[in-house]
């Protein structure tokens, strides 16, 4: 009698108990990282006090990154810019800085506050010195320290997404983040350090845009880390905690709208602010004609006497002893040359602040110039490529001409009227 069984078996039905107790678990897991009572609570905020504290180790890499970035500026070189970021130190000194509005610990603000001050301080003085450094061998190209000095909407989304994954990161694992804290680094210590280099090496448009430019950045990371704390169910507890809290919220919300341009834009939206002023007259505030020298050439030797605007002396070709040679006379014969009315621009950018001047159309950057830099526009030379108007301009950057091309709506020009078409024959 043999006895035959199924392979496989019908596993027993969960009892609603046994379900209900596996909810319980995942959702005791997902409340694990902010426990509800206060107890519990005050222990854990305790630990993310003690992991967020600075150290010596924060102003040593900043030494360190401060000085490299003022080399990368100094060479004009993106890989070590890039190197110094990977060498900059934890940020997790912000992250006790928006603890402590969530919790409204005004002791634990301070310190936190000052220790990434001082450690900002650090990265701005290595910009400075490579600024300085930098005189005897200028004029140089420093495209890198105008770039990291403006506000760009990329660099904003970094910036947001780098905030966000920090904060995370930091309060769910006991790992050290190190890539959230590359990418709020890169958005924090690049304009910072550019703006240390623009006064040290005393060129215009860098400083003190630069350091607007970190100082936005800050307040903007703050207020999306604290927005991600509160999803992660912090918020303050105590009356104080929330004043404090919502007083650094007013703060950085008008440090934001303020330097964004962004509060501008809504008075324009709503009617509130004038219109812009005309081209014409911010052309005539901040420029003016230039006078472009002409060169005469040279006469044929046959005609000695037509050399233009030297002094002839003309002699008797056959004095006498009775004849009184007349003195010699001076002739000057002034030149006029007509000269074409230059065609002065004005770079106004919708974004970013400036715009490139290229070797060619779409080619390598030569320079870049910022917002309200006047140029001077080559009449009727114009190239059209892939439906994007070139327009061939020069400028003096450090007193060195600095012939390319820029894109046309870019420029701003009021007289003469500028006929927006390419030439025939590029």
Same mark, same amino acid.
């Given at each position: 009698?043999?006895?035959?069984?199924?392979?496989?078996?019908?596993h027993?039905?969960?009892t609603?108990?046994?379900?209900?107790?596996?909810?319980?678990?995942?959702?005791?897991?997902?409340?694990?990282?902010?426990?509800?009572?206060?107890?519990?609570r005050?222990? =854990? @905020?305790?630990? *993310? %006090?003690?992991r967020?504290?600075?150290?010596?180790?924060?102003?040593?890499? #900043?030494? &360190? +990154? /401060? $000085?490299?970035?003022?080399?990368?500026y100094?060479?004009?070189?993106?890989?070590?810019? =890039? @190197?110094?970021? *990977? %060498?900059?130190?934890?940020?997790?000194?912000?992250?006790?800085?928006?603890? #402590?509005? &969530? +919790? /409204? $610990?005004?002791?634990?603000?301070?310190?936190?506050?000052?220790?990434?001050?001082?450690?900002?301080?650090?990265?701005?003085?290595?910009?400075?010195?490579?600024?300085?450094?930098?005189?005897?061998?200028?004029?140089?190209?420093?495209?890198?320290?105008?770039?990291?000095?403006?506000?760009?909407?990329?660099?904003l989304?970094?910036?947001?997404?780098?905030?966000?994954?920090?904060?995370?990161?930091?309060?769910?694992s006991?790992?050290?983040?190190?890539?959230?804290?590359?990418?709020?680094?890169?958005?924090?210590?690049?304009?910072?350090?550019?703006?240390?280099?623009?006064?040290?090496?005393?060129?215009?448009?860098?400083?003190?845009?630069?350091?607007f430019?970190?100082?936005?950045?800050?307040?903007?990371?703050?207020?999306?880390?604290?927005?991600?704390?509160?999803f992660?169910?912090?918020?303050p507890?105590?009356?104080?905690?929330?004043?404090?809290?919502?007083?650094?919220?007013?703060?950085?919300?008008?440090?934001?709208?303020?330097?964004?341009?962004?509060?501008n834009?809504?008075?324009?939206?709503t009617?509130?602010?004038?219109?812009?002023?005309?081209?014409?007259?911010?052309?005539?505030a901040?420029?003016?004609?230039?006078?472009?020298?002409?060169i005469?050439?040279?006469?044929n030797?046959?005609?000695?006497?037509?050399?233009?605007?030297?002094?002839?002396?003309?002699?008797?070709?056959?004095?006498s002893?009775?004849?009184?040679?007349?003195?010699a006379?001076?002739?000057?014969?002034?030149?006029?040359?007509?000269?074409?009315?230059?065609?002065?621009?004005?770079?106004?950018?919708?974004?970013?602040?400036?715009?490139?001047?290229?070797?060619?159309?779409?080619?390598?950057?030569?320079?870049?110039?910022?917002?309200?830099?006047?140029?001077?526009?080559?009449?009727?030379?114009?190239?059209?490529?892939?439906?994007?108007?070139?327009?061939?301009?020069?400028?003096?950057?450090?007193?060195?001409?600095?012939?390319?091309?820029?894109?046309?709506?870019?420029?701003?020009?009021?007289?003469?009227?500028?006929?927006?078409?390419?030439s025939?024959?590029?």
């Amino acid at each position: 009698m043999s006895v035959t069984e199924p392979l496989t078996q019908p596993h027993p039905e969960q009892t609603p108990e046994f379900v209900s107790a596996r909810a319980r678990r995942r959702r005791a897991l997902r409340r694990a990282y902010f426990p509800t009572n206060e107890e519990d609570r005050a222990v =854990f @905020f305790s630990h *993310l %006090v003690r992991r967020a504290f600075p150290s010596y180790e924060l102003f040593v890499f #900043s030494f &360190v +990154a /401060g $000085a490299i970035l003022g080399l990368g500026y100094f060479f004009n070189a993106q890989s070590l810019l =890039f @190197f110094g970021i *990977l %060498v900059a130190p934890l940020l997790t000194p912000w992250i006790g800085t928006t603890l #402590s509005i &969530v +919790a /409204g $610990a005004l002791r634990l603000f301070a310190q936190t506050l000052a220790a990434l001050l001082v450690s900002s301080l650090i990265i701005f003085l290595g910009g400075v010195l490579a600024g300085f450094a930098s005189r005897p061998f200028q004029p140089l190209t420093f495209n890198e320290a105008f770039t990291h000095s403006r506000l760009w909407w990329p660099n904003l989304i970094i910036l947001t997404l780098g905030a966000i994954l920090l904060t995370i990161s930091f309060v769910r694992s006991e790992k050290q983040p190190y890539l959230p804290s590359a990418l709020l680094a890169s958005q924090f210590l690049l304009p910072l350090c550019a703006a240390g280099f623009g006064l040290g090496s005393g060129v215009g448009e860098i400083w003190p845009q630069g350091l607007f430019v970190f100082f936005v950045h800050l307040a903007w990371a703050t207020f999306f880390g604290l927005i991600t704390l509160f999803f992660l169910r912090f918020h303050p507890t105590s009356f104080g905690g929330i004043a404090f809290t919502g007083f650094a919220f007013i703060v950085i919300i008008t440090i934001v709208t303020i330097n964004t341009g962004f509060g501008n834009w809504i008075m324009r939206q709503t009617g509130l602010a004038p219109s812009a002023p005309a081209v014409a007259a911010v052309i005539e505030a901040t420029a003016t004609p230039l006078e472009i020298p002409s060169i005469t050439p040279l006469p044929n030797a046959e005609d000695a006497t037509a050399v233009i605007g030297v002094p002839i002396n003309t002699p008797s070709k056959t004095p006498s002893p009775t004849q009184m040679t007349p003195p010699a006379t001076e002739t000057y014969t002034p030149t006029v040359t007509a000269e074409p009315t230059p065609i002065l621009g004005v770079i106004h950018a919708a974004e970013g602040g400036g715009a490139h001047i290229r070797e060619n159309p779409g080619g390598i950057v030569l320079v870049t110039l910022a917002n309200n830099t006047t140029v001077t526009i080559i009449p009727n030379d114009l190239q059209e490529v892939n439906s994007i108007t070139w327009v061939h301009v020069f400028a003096i950057v450090h007193d060195k001409r600095v012939e390319g091309w820029m894109i046309q709506t870019v420029l701003q020009t009021a007289t003469p009227i500028v006929d927006w078409q390419p030439s025939p024959t590029p």
